[in-house]
């Protein structure tokens, strides 16, 4: 009997305290939501950005701020990354509360560097991007 305790207490608990303590930085699946923002960011890749846009987003470059539709936040994003090619980006600090979660992270981009804020709208119906605020530091 006390072998089995045993065992799962060496399964449960890791398992808990990553549902405990970081449950609000994950998906109902499981997965970080801004893993793949992050690679997409480190690319320059505004298209596959756009995958994860709400149908209103708010693209914010250098306290320029836009309400804007998918496509005309691809276009922005696209200038940004054609004019500040970037080279790393890196997420510092992830937070929030259901249903908001944001991260704040460092890109590197064409020489400059840039504090980049991203603020997801997280549950059951989908992961959507709502704000993605770049400026630089």
């Known amino acids: 009997m006390g072998k089995y305790i045993n065992i799962l207490l060496f399964v449960a608990i890791p398992f808990l305290s990553h549902a405990a303590g970081d449950r609000l930085l994950y998906d109902n699946s499981g997965q970080d939501v801004f893993v793949p923002l992050s690679k997409y960011i480190t690319e320059g890749e505004a298209q596959k950005l756009a995958a994860w846009f709400a149908p209103t987003v708010e693209i914010d470059v250098f306290g320029k701020v836009n309400e804007c539709s998918k ?67």
Not at 102 to 110: E, F, M, Q
């Open 71 to 137: 496509s005309q936040a691809v276009q922005i994003l696209e200038s940004f990354f054609n004019e500040y090619t970037p080279s790393s980006f890196y997420i510092l600090h992830k937070s929030g509360r259901a249903p908001m979660k944001y991260a704040i992270g460092n890109l590197d981009a064409g020489g400059e560097k840039f504090r980049v804020t991203i603020f997801m709208k997280v549950g059951p119906e989908g992961n959507y991007l709502q704000q993605l605020r770049i400026e630089r530091e």
